[in-house]
């Protein structure tokens, strides 16, 4: 069964410090792992997706396979970075649906 | 903006009752998703249509039932609810369904039921 998990539900940081949200999967096949952000109850945009190895709002997050981790990082945080990150799985066998973890809510305090 | 339209961005409704939600997807996507946010339970898949055929089914429930049409706008309807029905329901679309597609989510819909 595919699984993602977030370890933490509320994670708070202050401007400028460094910041890492937690997400690990369980899936047998070749995973896809996204992180979305919603703002305010908002509709979830894509913030970046690991085969494309971009770099979002200065947002990096890298695939571990041996760790089975998505890890998400950003070396200073900024106020408006302040939302509901959410770590997504795609699975393959002819759907793209998205197995979400459950969210971590950041704050960054001024 | 993501180019996924959903209505009516608020509906309340008494328990029992029966809903629609409406979903347009992006131009050109052929795969169109329904999520369920709720507190307690987070972020739920319920169905994927793709092209006018279910292709994937999530936790929804047997009140729940939904379908994409020839211009591939989709319905979800939500039927008897209950208190608990009450949430965010996302839907989403992607270009083919297949894996290697970003999902791009609309606004969702806000469902309180009284």
């Known amino acids: 069964a595919q699984r993602v998990t977030q370890p933490e539900k509320l994670l708070s940081v202050f401007k400028g410090a460094p910041v890492e949200l937690k997400c690990n999967y369980s899936?047998?096949?070749?995973?896809?792992l996204f992180w979305y952000v919603q703002y305010s109850r908002q509709r979830l945009q894509l913030l970046l997706r690991h085969i494309s190895r971009e770099s979002i709002k200065g947002f990096t997050a890298d695939l571990n396979k041996g760790e089975t981790s998505f890890h998400l990082k950003k070396p200073f945080a900024q106020e408006e970075d302040s939302a509901m990150y959410y770590c997504?799985?795609?699975?393959?066998?002819?759907?793209?649906?998205?197995?979400f973890g459950k969210g971590t809510k950041l704050t960054v305090n001024p | 903006d993501s180019g996924v339209t959903q209505t009516p961005k608020h509906l309340i409704t008494a328990t029992g009752q029966r809903v629609t939600l409406r979903c347009s997807p992006r131009s050109g996507d052929l795969s169109v998703y329904w999520y369920q946010q709720s507190l307690d339970q987070g972020l739920q898949f319920l169905i994927q249509y793709y092209n006018g055929e279910e292709r994937a089914k999530g936790n929804i429930l047997e009140r729940f039932s939904a379908q994409q049409f020839p211009d591939l706008h989709s319905e979800l309807n939500l039927s008897s609810l209950e208190l608990g029905d009450s949430a965010l329901y996302f839907c989403?679309?992607?270009?083919?369904?297949?894996?290697?597609?970003?999902?791009?989510f609309g606004e969702g819909s806000w469902l309180t039921v009284v």
């Open positions: 989403a679309s992607s270009r083919t369904g297949d894996s290697g597609n970003t999902i791009y």
């Open positions: 997504a799985l795609g699975t393959q066998g002819g759907s793209e649906k998205l197995v």
């Open positions: 899936y047998s096949g070749s995973p896809e």
